[in-house]
């Protein structure tokens, strides 16, 4: 299939509305992939001024090391943040931007989590939601051993449960080094 057929293809796919952007060819299959789609909203929603001012989360359960990459679906070459400094190179994920309101007995780790478009670009890579997963995973087990909603899941436990599995939840300055930053993420 060409260029010209998956785009064509792209156009006869359902529910085409519901995802922000399309890329047809994503890959040697040339599998049309959704970069973004429909997103749930919590009781927090984390925001770009989040990310620019280098806000600290206490129930931050992983990081993303990657970048600004989400672009309008209507100007595809435009970046909203070229140009944008950030206070911290790495972006922090709150347990709370996984848990919908108001149904308590479910979590969505993934691209469907509780942000802004423009903060969704560097938390839809596989290496976020491997760690989003990874604490939806933990955060279950107390749900069901607590017989409590994902909203009341105590953080500080999910975070040392975390820990001790050897995930990555606090930004240390001897482990990176070069972040001129991260001493102020604690």
């Known amino acids: 299939m060409n260029k010209s057929d998956r785009l064509n293809y792209c156009k006869t796919l359902p529910l085409l509305d519901a ?10 299959s040339g599998i049309p992939v959704a970069l973004t789609a ?3 909203v919590g009781d927090f929603v984390m925001r770009v001024d989040d990310l620019v001012t280098g806000r600290a989360f206490d129930d ?5 090391g ?6 309008d679906p209507k100007k595809p070459s435009y970046q909203p943040f070229d140009g944008v400094e950030r206070k911290r190179n790495y972006t922090p994920i709150p347990y709370r931007v996984m ?26 890579e596989q290496g976020a939601c491997y ?4 604490a939806a995973g933990v955060a279950a087990t107390q749900v069901v051993h607590k017989g409590i909603a994902f909203k009341n899941v105590d953080t500080d436990e999910l975070r040392q449960t975390l820990i001790q599995q050897n995930a990555k939840v606090d930004w240390d300055q001897k482990v990176h080094p070069h972040d001129s930053n991260s001493a102020d993420s604690h």
């Open 19 to 28: 995802f922000d952007v399309i890329v047809c060819g994503g890959g040697p």
């Open 38 to 40: 429909r997103r749930i």
């Open 60 to 64: 931050t359960i992983g990081f993303s």
């Open 66 to 71: 990657y970048g600004w990459d989400l672009p």
């Open 99 to 124: 848990v919908p309101r108001p149904i308590e007995n479910i979590i969505c780790p993934g691209s469907a989590i509780s942000v802004e478009r423009d903060v969704l670009g560097p938390l839809r």
């Open 131 to 134: 760690a989003m997963g990874h």
